[in-house]
Nanobody, 125 residues
Framework: QVQLEESGGELVQAGASLRLSCVFS????????MAWFRQAPGKERELVAT????????SYADSVQGRFTVSRNNAKSTMYLQIDSLKPEDTAVYYC??????????????????WGQGTQVTVSS
Protein backbone atom coordinates (compact mmCIF):
# COMPACT_ATOMS: atom_id res chain seq x y z
CA GLN A 1 0.00 0.00 0.00
CA VAL A 2 2.99 2.29 0.61
CA GLN A 3 6.11 2.16 -1.55
CA LEU A 4 9.31 3.86 -0.41
CA GLU A 5 12.50 4.74 -2.26
CA GLU A 6 15.58 6.25 -0.63
CA SER A 7 18.28 8.24 -2.40
CA GLY A 8 21.18 10.55 -1.63
CA GLY A 9 23.68 8.19 -0.06
CA GLU A 10 27.26 8.33 -1.31
CA LEU A 11 30.91 8.14 -0.34
CA VAL A 12 32.01 11.31 1.45
CA GLN A 13 34.80 12.54 3.68
CA ALA A 14 34.37 12.96 7.42
CA GLY A 15 32.86 16.32 8.26
CA ALA A 16 30.79 16.52 5.09
CA SER A 17 27.02 16.84 4.89
CA LEU A 18 24.43 14.82 3.05
CA ARG A 19 20.72 15.07 2.53
CA LEU A 20 18.92 11.78 2.13
CA SER A 21 15.50 11.62 0.56
CA CYS A 22 12.71 9.09 0.81
CA VAL A 23 9.96 9.37 -1.74
CA PHE A 24 6.77 7.61 -0.74
CA SER A 25 3.84 6.52 -2.85
CA UNK A 26 0.70 5.87 -0.85
CA UNK A 27 -2.53 4.55 -2.24
CA UNK A 28 -4.57 6.48 0.33
CA UNK A 29 -3.05 9.58 1.96
CA UNK A 30 0.11 10.73 3.74
CA UNK A 31 -1.28 10.63 7.28
CA UNK A 32 1.19 8.14 8.70
CA UNK A 33 4.33 8.30 10.78
CA MET A 34 7.72 7.69 9.22
CA ALA A 35 11.20 6.89 10.43
CA TRP A 36 14.82 6.56 9.42
CA PHE A 37 16.80 3.49 10.42
CA ARG A 38 20.37 2.53 9.65
CA GLN A 39 22.24 -0.74 9.60
CA ALA A 40 26.00 -1.12 9.67
CA PRO A 41 27.71 -4.36 8.63
CA GLY A 42 27.37 -7.00 11.31
CA LYS A 43 24.97 -4.94 13.39
CA GLU A 44 21.24 -4.85 13.84
CA ARG A 45 19.09 -2.21 12.25
CA GLU A 46 18.83 0.75 14.62
CA LEU A 47 16.39 3.61 14.85
CA VAL A 48 17.83 6.99 13.87
CA ALA A 49 14.89 9.38 13.79
CA THR A 50 11.12 9.50 13.64
CA UNK A 51 8.54 12.04 12.57
CA UNK A 52 4.80 12.14 12.83
CA UNK A 53 2.38 12.47 9.96
CA UNK A 54 3.13 16.13 9.23
CA UNK A 55 6.71 16.35 10.50
CA UNK A 56 5.77 18.54 13.44
CA UNK A 57 6.86 16.02 16.06
CA UNK A 58 10.31 14.49 15.67
CA SER A 59 12.68 12.42 17.75
CA TYR A 60 16.31 11.36 17.43
CA ALA A 61 18.66 8.76 18.74
CA ASP A 62 21.15 10.15 21.24
CA SER A 63 24.02 9.26 18.93
CA VAL A 64 22.80 11.59 16.18
CA GLN A 65 21.14 14.36 18.19
CA GLY A 66 22.31 17.74 16.99
CA ARG A 67 23.73 16.47 13.70
CA PHE A 68 20.70 14.86 12.06
CA THR A 69 17.46 16.62 11.15
CA VAL A 70 14.39 14.85 9.85
CA SER A 71 11.67 16.65 7.95
CA ARG A 72 8.96 15.87 5.47
CA ASN A 73 7.04 17.57 2.72
CA ASN A 74 3.82 15.71 2.09
CA ALA A 75 3.03 17.87 -0.94
CA LYS A 76 6.18 16.42 -2.51
CA SER A 77 5.62 12.98 -0.97
CA THR A 78 9.14 13.10 0.44
CA MET A 79 10.80 12.68 3.82
CA TYR A 80 14.31 14.03 4.28
CA LEU A 81 17.23 13.36 6.56
CA GLN A 82 19.77 16.15 6.72
CA ILE A 83 23.05 14.83 8.06
CA ASP A 84 25.77 17.26 9.12
CA SER A 85 29.29 16.65 10.41
CA LEU A 86 29.38 13.09 9.18
CA LYS A 87 31.57 10.67 11.08
CA PRO A 88 32.98 7.30 10.04
CA GLU A 89 30.66 5.74 12.63
CA ASP A 90 27.72 6.95 10.53
CA THR A 91 28.65 4.54 7.75
CA ALA A 92 25.64 2.32 7.16
CA VAL A 93 22.77 1.56 4.86
CA TYR A 94 20.03 4.04 5.65
CA TYR A 95 16.43 2.93 5.34
CA CYS A 96 13.16 4.78 5.55
CA UNK A 97 10.10 3.16 7.04
CA UNK A 98 6.44 4.01 7.23
CA UNK A 99 3.16 2.95 8.76
CA UNK A 100 3.38 2.13 12.45
CA UNK A 101 2.19 -0.93 14.24
CA UNK A 102 1.44 0.63 17.64
CA UNK A 103 1.33 -2.77 19.34
CA UNK A 104 5.05 -3.38 18.71
CA UNK A 105 6.77 -0.04 19.23
CA UNK A 106 8.63 2.46 17.08
CA UNK A 107 12.07 1.47 18.32
CA UNK A 108 11.92 -1.94 16.69
CA UNK A 109 12.13 -2.58 12.97
CA UNK A 110 9.18 -4.91 13.47
CA UNK A 111 7.11 -1.89 14.46
CA UNK A 112 7.09 -0.57 10.91
CA UNK A 113 5.17 -2.10 8.06
CA UNK A 114 6.76 -0.66 4.90
CA TRP A 115 10.43 -0.26 4.01
CA GLY A 116 12.58 1.06 1.22
CA GLN A 117 15.57 -0.74 -0.23
CA GLY A 118 18.06 1.51 1.54
CA THR A 119 20.79 3.89 0.42
CA GLN A 120 24.46 3.44 1.28
CA VAL A 121 26.25 6.16 3.20
CA THR A 122 30.00 5.70 3.48
CA VAL A 123 32.16 8.13 5.42
CA SER A 124 35.91 7.92 4.97
CA SER A 125 38.61 9.39 7.17
Amino acid sequence: QVQLEESGGELVQAGASLRLSCVFSARTDSSFAMAWFRQAPGKERELVATCNWNGGDTSYADSVQGRFTVSRNNAKSTMYLQIDSLKPEDTAVYYCAAYRNPLIGAGSARGWRYWGQGTQVTVSS
